[in-house]
């Protein structure tokens, strides 16, 4: 007994620089980080930056590990600083003692403390805009005010708890959206107010723990991320947090993550229908094959253990082994839960330059396929990417071209509790099945804290006629209801075509402190009066400790 106790003493005081909170996966550094990637043109070997979200301590790592590289670049030197600079506090040079200042410590932090043994941070978090609607005169506005409190304990155990109030008053096809899915984008239970705007909470919290350098467990609510695009098939963050347990294997050249979750099964109205959980088990390896190219491979399967009397029966644990094949798994149990399986991958050809990608298949046959027959449960969604990283010298520009495609009923499940979806949301793309889509970015950094972006986007998505399912809303169908067995195609029935572009300016007042301005132009053209209409927004926002939310990229 004494000797599986001081085996397991010894576990717990391995060697780990620490453990620490991570960064939210719509936080301004990831794209800091890839944009360093690509600059130096080849891959980190301190994370994996499809998997989102990092850890602090791993950026700390990846600073140190290209520190006096590529100084001729104004803008990877800025990136890098800014970096540092938000990652301060858990640097072991940078310690805080209760006899120094804790209010604002080098102008970052509202409050922050550290010794050897634990560190804590506590920060005010706020994002208020206004706006006004030029076509439909109407205004529009967000008010999103909270808190975040993040640190470690002995180096071991990271811990993060962030929690906001928000009241939205969104623009008209931000309320078509969620009048079609019966929830705000990000939201917990959303509820309606008397002056035809959105009230509801946010909350993430989790606690991480790492017994040894390349292991670590966190379990708590939270966002995921996987790939390298605006969007992904894998997992979107676009959606709300969910509980979740993770185990992470993370050594130089191979990460390999077992994420399990629960979920919420939400066909009712707003606040007023209760949860149904479903769940949700995934594995992704991601290996460098050398200094350029990375490939990610993943599987995933979304179970619903509840009966026909409403009884639920939790989380199934045959999809608990990390090591076990999800697929196998499923024969094993007899069971028809809904599998998913598919690459990601990345490529840099040259510096400056990144390919990058995304197949995920739902179901198929291959003859089906061949014969090019339509056949409604050939399912699958495919991404193309380019970015381009200060193209013809213009230090601090980057450009990227990526490319989305979904056929119709890809995600659906007969069982519409077992569909790719989580609270009424879709937790891969927004627009859930049957479209395609070409997005265009330009941002432009003019110096440190002046950055002009340019987000254009066009796609072309088939809705639903009547009660007719065409195979594009994943949230409140199932495929079995399909209106053709044969002779189905991407934009089939109610077809809509948008243009969407949006000028943003971003000027950093304080470290994490920005002023927002932005000029929005969208345009909808169908058959259907539903479905046509015009935005010209312009809008004026503070927003503090956030990222800029991404529910108006629709």
Not at 41 to 67: C, M, T, W
Request: glycine content about 8%.
């Amino acid at each position: 007994m004494k000797n599986y106790l001081l085996a397991f003493m010894v576990l717990l005081s391995a060697g780990i620089k620490a453990q620490t909170p991570n960064i939210a996966s719509d936080d301004i550094s990831y794209e800091l980080l890839q944009d360093c990637e690509i600059q130096l043109g080849r891959l980190s070997n301190s994370f994996h930056l499809a998997i989102k979200p990092l850890q602090r301590g791993q950026v700390l790592r990846y600073l140190d590990e290209v520190k006096g590289q590529d100084s001729t670049s104004r803008y990877m030197q800025g990136s890098l600083r800014f970096l540092e600079r938000d990652n301060a506090l858990l640097r072991d040079t940078h310690v805080f003692e209760s006899k120094r200042k804790v209010w604002f410590p080098n102008n970052i932090n509202l409050f922050a403390l550290k010794n050897e043994n634990y560190s804590l941070v506590v920060n005010p978090v706020f994002n208020i805009g206004f706006g006004s609607d030029r076509i439909s005169t109407n205004n529009f506005s967000y008010n999103t005010r909270g808190v975040e409190i993040y640190g470690t304990v002995f180096k071991k155990i990271g811990f993060y708890s962030y929690t906001t109030d928000n009241i939205v008053m969104p623009l008209n096809y931000v309320k078509e959206y969620v009048g079609m899915q019966r929830v705000f984008p990000t939201a917990n239970l959303t509820k309606p107010l008397d002056n035809g705007g959105y009230g509801f909470l946010q909350s993430r919290g989790y606690v991480s723990y790492a017994p040894i350098q390349p292991l670590s467990f966190q379990f708590g609510h939270d966002r995921q991320f996987i790939g390298d695009g605006v969007r992904s098939f894998i997992m979107s963050d676009f959606g709300r947090e969910f509980l979740f347990a993770k185990a992470n294997f993370n050594h130089k050249k191979v990460n390999f993550m077992f994420l399990g979750g629960q979920m919420i099964n939400q066909f009712g109205r707003f606040y007023n229908v209760a949860a149904e959980k479903k769940y949700i088990a995934t594995h992704h390896l991601s290996l460098n094959l050398g200094k350029k190219f990375n490939i990610g491979l993943f599987e995933t399967i979304v179970f619903s253990r509840t009966d026909s009397n409403g009884v639920n029966a939790g989380y199934d644990f045959s999809y608990a082994n990390p090591l076990a094949f999800y697929r196998v798994v499923e024969h094993g149990l007899n069971s028809h839960d809904n599998a998913m399986l598919g690459i990601n991958y990345k490529y840099f050809p040259i510096k400056k330059v990144m390919l990058y990608g995304q197949f995920v298949l739902d179901e198929f046959k291959l003859n089906e396929v061949l014969a090019r027959t339509g056949w409604y449960a050939n399912k699958y969604a495919l991404q193309v990417g380019v970015k381009v990283v200060s193209p013809f010298k213009l230090d601090g520009l980057s450009l990227r071209f990526e490319y989305n495609r979904i056929r119709p009923y890809t995600f659906m499940h007969f069982n519409r509790a077992q569909s790719l979806v989580h609270n009424n949301i879709p937790l891969s793309h927004p627009l859930g099945a049957n479209f395609e889509e070409f997005i265009f970015v330009a941002r432009y950094a003019l110096n440190s804290k002046l950055v002009v972006s340019v987000n254009a986007m066009y796609y072309k998505k088939g809705y639903d006629k009547g009660n007719k399912n065409y195979g594009g809303d994943i949230a409140n169908k199932e495929y079995l209801s399909a209106v053709s067995i044969y002779g189905n195609y991407i934009g089939q029935g109610q077809l809509a075509s948008v243009h969407f572009v949006e000028t943003h300016v971003a000027y950093a007042l304080l470290h994490n402190l920005f002023v927002d301005v932005s000029v929005l132009y969208r345009n909808s053209v169908s058959d259907s009066s539903k479905y046509h209409y015009g935005t010209q927004a312009i809008s004026l926002g503070l927003r503090y400790n956030i990222g800029r939310s991404n529910f108006m990229m629709l």
